[in-house]
């Protein structure tokens, strides 16, 4: 039994119900009590579908199961197919209806439907969201794009003629839509054709067409990377699995992928103000600036290397909930020597964070919570995802464009450069601090944050301050002060000391400066 | 069935001959009410016993993790706990200690079943018992079914409510008529409701749930119970069974339902009407006022109410009588003949009322009808806005203070803002 009060992954139904709302002319058929149709706000809220997804639950209740739940998962299934008339139809069970063992794959078979019927087995007990999609989505591959019945080895056609698949991208996945759109067009760039997108957009007869193309790109190693490998064994497709996050990892990516492809990758495109923008005079404060890092394996591994390696950031942890890649993101903690944190547990993601007193935290929807009530700046870089995910704008995380969108959206989190100085310089000028309200908007405006920081700040203060320390602190600048608070009381009560002073206030300030 | 969907005459529905289709319910499970509840209640954390999809399902339609730090959590079942390899009370009485240890300011734990603990048959009454002893006097235990087969949304506050008129205290046998109303309200509303009844002379008034777990009312012979909500058939028959009385009424929805509920009480406990109709004067005259500016955008709309809340007979009342809309459907997941035999009474007669679901046969009533509002749950309103049908999302009258004649205005507010979004939007097809 676990303890937890926020998910990081719903159940392995869900990661079908993703495979399912991605795909055209797809239905599901789930086995599972009304409850768990609350499923569908997924969709419909959080990524704001036009739509419902293509799911028919059975909704059984208490009441049936004295009857007879396995009539009503074959009424559910003929009235589904039916009334949506899918080229092919999914079945399985949810957490619940997996307890019943009332065999959706064999009562789905015994009705004869016209059409294909793929049944799902999703261990609901051990099992996750993102395990889930990728099985859905393997299964899916399996029964559309056979293993030949005699294997001979793949004709490559010639350099300059070859296409690939795109797989992985799905319905509620972090930017995919922005993503698929991105690398879609580097790859066309290369002069390399597009053979099939899938998940996202895919039909199941679509599916049959991915042994044409000569090799496959896996964007979201989570969802697609079973499916690849399966690929690769039985149509004897080679795959990318570079995740093009950030600006070396993108040319990484098109290097391999022109590699396959036997064409010349390109030269950077001028729209890339990422590199210049991280050189340039106003980024000189990102330096060593410490950040935190967890989200899915593929979104934190790359995060972690744009932070170092292009922004200058100092990664002072790193962690996944993603047990499948747990040791992928081991090796990439190794390079930035911390300790790995490979978890589902969000509370010992807040303790981490809490230890490790970030500066900034690159972290899922639940990171951000800790984050605001840490008072450390934060962005979403990874799944689970909230409305806001689902931006409006364009906003890819990969490829060129995304480079540019991580400069943007990790560093705006952040004071700027130049506005740091200048709130040091002027902190005691009279229209500019954290009481005055800002000046558009006159007089008009209550001086709340004083009270705001009392509230929010949640640590302990088993210390008391000075008048005069207290008076000191606050002239720190107002978004540094709940970070040198509690920076001077871990001091003092690391030294028994009862009171803080001035003086504390500066040994602890020289004690934690780097 | 994809044929037109069939005609309901008026002869075959309302309350009389509800219609009834089996299919998918399109509904949240009672563990959602924790939402509410766990701010309600302010010393109480809820613990679900349950799978991975009942934490996932309470924090997406808690939306959004609104909450830092919530005082509800799931005890997640895993495969171990299956197999027979953990022994499941074992486990539920470490996850409790763990919780108790990082959170000793709770004083009443509710252990809430789940679909999969339901039908494992785990006793959490049994587990209750246990923990009660063990975290005793610090901490109160309690458990009830929030399950998916079981309940829908508000049945879980219901089941909650039973739950904790097992704990109130006997009343003297010779205690004095007492008040109490029953089902979880908005601090503001209760505050209001019992300046009301101070000022009618009806008390000693007390809330259930209140707002701390300290905070029992005893219960007896003498006491009389006010419905607040008109989903609480379990707990109304719990509070019979201490021997209440739960008086008959309306919902206090609008002005006419919150008067209508008020003089229940007043009858009940001897106020004279002259007295009564003083008392309630300005409150009475202040939610016509309020809804009355907003009548006209109302008037004469065609409101079709998907089954959600069991708030919907109510609302519709509200909507057909105070605000002049004409009223398509009124779904309901189910019917509480006698508690809402006040609200029938008052409706237009022949409205077609179902109770139970089949969604997509009720989505093609719908999109037959065209409503110029459909009153709906969250999985429906984006793909009914798409198809040119504005939506009222339900799950704001149970999350906003509607009830009472303050809160009269905003009730109606409700249902005209998507109509107002629809007409300031310059936006093109």
């Known amino acids: 039994m676990q303890l937890t009060v926020w998910t990081y992954e719903g159940p392995p139904h869900v990661g079908a119900m993703r495979i399912a709302a991605s795909m055209r002319g797809l239905h599901y058929v789930l086995h599972a009590p009304q409850g768990d149709t609350y499923a569908d706000l997924l969709f419909t809220m959080i990524e704001r579908r036009d739509t419902r ?424 600048p107002f978004f540094v002060r709940g970070k040198a608070r509690r920076n001077t009381e871990r001091f003092a009560a690391e030294r028994g000391l009862q009171t803080i002073t001035i003086e504390t206030l500066y040994d602890a300030k020289a004690h934690f400066s780097r | 069935m994809n044929a037109m969907p069939p005609r309901i005459g008026a002869q075959d529905c309302g309350p009389a001959a509800p219609l009834r289709q089996r299919g998918q319910h399109e509904v949240f499970c009672g563990l959602t009410s924790i939402i509410w509840l766990h701010r309600k209640v302010q010393d109480a954390f809820f613990l679900i016993v349950g799978s991975r999809t009942c934490a996932h399902l309470m924090q997406s339609a808690a939306g959004v993790m609104i909450f830092a730090e919530p005082r509800f959590g799931t005890a997640i079942i895993e495969e171990r706990d299956l197999a027979g390899m953990a022994d499941l009370h074992e486990e539920l009485d470490r996850v409790v200690a763990r919780l108790l240890s990082r959170r000793p300011d709770i004083r009443m734990l509710v252990l809430v079943g789940s679909c999969p603990s339901e039908v494992i048959k785990l006793d959490l009454g049994k587990a209750a018992e246990r923990l009660a002893r063990l975290h005793a006097p610090a901490t109160r235990v309690l458990h009830f079914s929030g399950s998916g087969i079981e309940t829908t949304f508000t049945q879980g506050e219901d089941n909650f409510l039973a739950a904790l008129v097992r704990e109130l205290p006997a009343a003297d046998a010779k205690a004095p008529p007492s008040l109490m109303v029953a089902g979880a309200l908005p601090d503001v509303v209760e505050d209001q409701f019992r300046r009301i009844f101070d000022a009618l002379g009806i008390g000693p008034v007390a809330f259930l749930p209140s707002r701390a777990s300290s905070g029992l009312p005893a219960v007896g012979a003498a006491t009389r119970v006010l419905l607040a909500q008109p989903y609480l058939g379990e707990a109304a028959r719990a509070l019979e069974a201490r021997g209440a009385t739960v008086l008959a009424a309306p919902f206090p929805l609008g002005e006419e339902g919150t008067t209508a509920w008020l003089r229940a009480a007043a009858d009940a406990f001897g106020v004279a009407p002259g007295r ?137 507010e409700l249902f005209v803002r998507p109509l107002a979004r629809r007409a300031v939007l310059k936006l093109g097809a």
């Not at chain 1, 044409?212 to 499916?227: C, K, Q, R």
């Open chain 1, 53 to 476: 997804p293509p799911v028919t639950y059975t909704t059984f209740k208490a009441q049936d199961l004295g009857a007879d739940t396995a009539e009503i998962f074959k009424i559910a299934c003929r009235d589904a197919v039916e009334r949506f008339q899918p080229e092919a139809i999914i079945v399985g069970a949810s957490c619940t209806a997996e307890l019943i063992q009332d065999d959706p794959a064999g009562l789905a078979a015994a009705l004869a439907l016209p059409i294909p019927v793929i049944p799902l087995e999703l261990p609901s007990y051990s099992k996750k969201e993102n395990w889930g999609a990728a099985e859905t989505f393997y299964r899916l591959v399996r029964a559309f794009a056979p293993a030949p019945q005699r294997p001979a080895p793949r004709v490559v056609r010639p350099a300059g003629e070859r296409s690939c698949n795109i797989l992985g991208p799905t319905s509620l996945g972090f930017r995919h839509r922005d993503d698929i759109e991105e690398v879609r067009r580097m790859i066309e760039g290369l002069g390399v054709a597009v053979n099939l997108v899938a998940p996202l957009g895919a039909s199941p007869s679509d599916l049959a067409r991915l042994p044409e193309a000569d090799f496959n790109v896996v964007l979201y190693p989570e969802i697609a990377g079973t499916a690849a490998d399966w690929l690769k064994r039985n149509h004897g497709q080679a795959f990318v699995t570079i995740p093009p996050i950030g600006v070396r990892a993108t040319a990484e990516f098109l290097a391999a992928v022109a590699g396959l492809a036997g064409v010349v990758p390109p030269a950077p495109p001028a729209t890339l103000r990422m590199p210049w923008y991280s050189r340039s005079i106003d980024s000189t404060y990102l330096t060593g600036k410490r950040v935190f890092i967890f989200g899915d394996a593929t979104h934190a591994v790359a995060a972690a290397r744009v932070a170092a390696d292009e922004l200058g950031f100092v990664v002072c942890g790193l962690g996944t909930y993603s047990r499948e890649f747990a040791r992928e993101v081991r090796a990439a903690a190794v390079r930035y020597g911390v300790e790995p944190l490979i978890s589902d547990d969000h509370l010992a993601v807040e303790d981490a964070i809490v230890a490790a007193q970030p500066e900034l935290i690159l972290g899922t929807q639940m990171e951000r919570h800790v984050a605001k009530r840490l008072r450390i700046p934060c962005a979403v870089i990874s799944a689970p995802v909230h409305v806001q995910d689902f931006p409006a704008r364009y906003s890819p995380q990969m490829g060129h464009e995304g480079a540019n969108v991580l400069f943007d959206s990790w560093v705006h989190p952040l004071m700027m450069g130049l506005e740091e100085h200048l709130l040091g310089m002027f902190r005691d000028d009279f229209e500019f601090n954290d009481t005055a309200a800002p000046s558009h908007l006159g007089h008009a405006a209550p001086a709340a944050s004083e009270t705001e920081e009392q509230t929010l700040v949640v640590l302990e203060r088993p210390v008391a301050w000075t008048g005069e320390a207290e008076k000191e602190l606050k002239k720190i």
């Open chain 2, 276 to 412: 009564f109709d003083a008392i309630t004067r300005a409150g009475r005259r202040r939610a016509r006022e309020a809804v009355g500016r907003r009548r006209a955008e109302l008037e004469g709309r065609r409101v079709f109410l998907f089954p959600d809340s069991q708030l919907e007979p109510s609302i519709a009342r509200f909507l057909a009588r105070e605000a002049g809309a004409e009223i398509v459907e009124i779904g309901s997941p189910y019917l509480h003949r006698q508690h809402l035999a006040g609200e029938f009474a008052l409706l237009p007669p022949g409205i077609p009322f179902s109770e139970g679901q089949d969604v997509d046969r009720q989505l093609d009533r719908c999109r037959a009808a065209r409503p110029d509002l459909a009153v709906c749950g969250m999985g429906l309103a984006n793909p009914l806005e798409a198809e040119g049908i504005a939506t009222k999302w339900s799950i704001e009258l149970v999350f906003t203070p509607v009830q009472g004649y303050e809160q009269a205005g905003d009730l109606a």
